[in-house]
């Protein structure tokens, strides 16, 4: 195989589960002949491989969510949690003594910060990284939650096993919104698997949030704009009626750099599109409006 594994096979490459070589045909002039595994094959190979040689997250930073009074390990150079996660824990609503999951939990934000919000919601964090539950767990404990927080290390591709269906008022899920090969490929451990989608794709997150929520439950989830329409459509299949929508512009004047959604599962609802949220004024300056603050 060849020295840097990739993430993702690039369109010209093939991996080759016989010869157990990546490169594409053009460089390596010949093949060994037998069955070439299809795009979704590859992927899966790949992500398999790379989680068997992940490293642990060793090398990590102790960050603060102050408003919050939350400390937060995660990885230094790996996937670091943004502004998303803390945009949708505003967006959502989480009712007394609710269940909720987080699906792509990473170092544990967002179960971190709803507990703070209300003291008796029980949140479960499922992420398929090991080394990221590891922290997610560790995280809980450090801040108080291990008796209300519970980490699992699990794909959700195998959400069946996680709990039985209709077990959760809310779940929430900030999940990788690159399709395999496009956006720029990062050369730090982590992020591209929080990302691009791997072994489980945008179908695959609706689906398990789903079948896990309650009838009449709430699905909420922060994903990229040049997916609205497929994303609408895939609820639209799965029968979870879209009931709020919010876009998200860095400054007035810019383009929508992701959006909030919420679904609901089992009932029909009224679309409710609510006002632009705009992150940062002209000078960057952040607006007015800073719900996650709040």
């Given at each position: 195989m060849s020295g840097d594994m990739k993430k993702h096979p690039c369109p010209d490459c093939t991996f080759c589960q016989w010869c157990s070589d990546d490169r594409c045909r053009l460089c390596l002039g010949t093949g060994c002949g037998q069955r070439k595994?299809?795009?979704a094959e590859q992927i899966e190979r790949y992500e398999q491989l790379n989680r068997a040689a992940a490293p642990a997250v060793v090398d990590c930073s102790t960050d603060t969510l102050r408003h919050f009074e939350l400390t937060i390990r995660q990885p230094q150079s790996g996937y670091?949690?943004?502004?998303d996660p803390l945009l949708l824990c505003d967006f959502v609503t989480v009712r007394t003594g609710e269940r909720v999951i987080d699906l792509g939990t990473g170092c544990g934000v967002m179960p971190l910060v709803l507990a703070r919000?209300?003291?008796?919601?029980?949140?479960?964090?499922?992420?398929?990284?090991?080394?990221?539950?590891?922290?997610?767990k560790e995280n809980a404990v450090a801040n108080g939650f291990a008796g209300r927080i519970t980490i699992e290390t699990a794909d959700i591709l195998q959400h069946k096993t996680l709990s039985p269906d209709s077990s959760f008022d809310l779940v929430i899920s900030n999940?990788?919104?690159?399709?395999?090969?496009?956006?720029?490929?990062?050369?730090r451990t982590g992020r591209d698997l929080a990302r691009h989608e791997s072994t489980a794709t945008l179908t695959d997150f609706?689906?398990?949030?789903?079948?896990?929520?309650?009838?009449?439950?709430?699905?909420?989830?922060?994903?990229?704009?040049?997916?609205l329409a497929e994303f609408i459509a895939e609820a639209t299949a799965l029968k979870l009626a879209v009931v709020r929508l919010r876009m998200?512009?860095?400054?007035?004047?810019?383009?929508?750099?992701?959006?909030?959604i919420e679904l609901v599962k089992g009932r029909k609802g009224t679309l409710l599109i609510l006002?632009?949220?705009?992150?940062?004024?002209?000078?960057?300056?952040?607006?007015?409006?800073?719900?996650?603050?709040?």
């Open positions: 595994l299809s795009q670091r949690f943004s502004l919000r209300e003291p008796t919601a029980e949140i479960v964090g499922v992420d398929f990284q090991p080394e990221m539950a590891a922290l997610a999940p990788p919104y690159r399709t395999p090969g496009s956006g720029k490929i990062s050369p609706l689906a398990a949030a789903k079948y896990l929520v309650k009838p009449s439950g709430r699905i909420c989830m922060i994903y990229h704009p040049e997916r998200v512009h860095g400054t007035i004047d810019a383009e929508a750099r992701m959006f909030l006002p632009p949220l705009v992150v940062r004024n002209a000078d960057s300056s952040y607006t007015a409006e800073r719900p996650w603050l709040t």
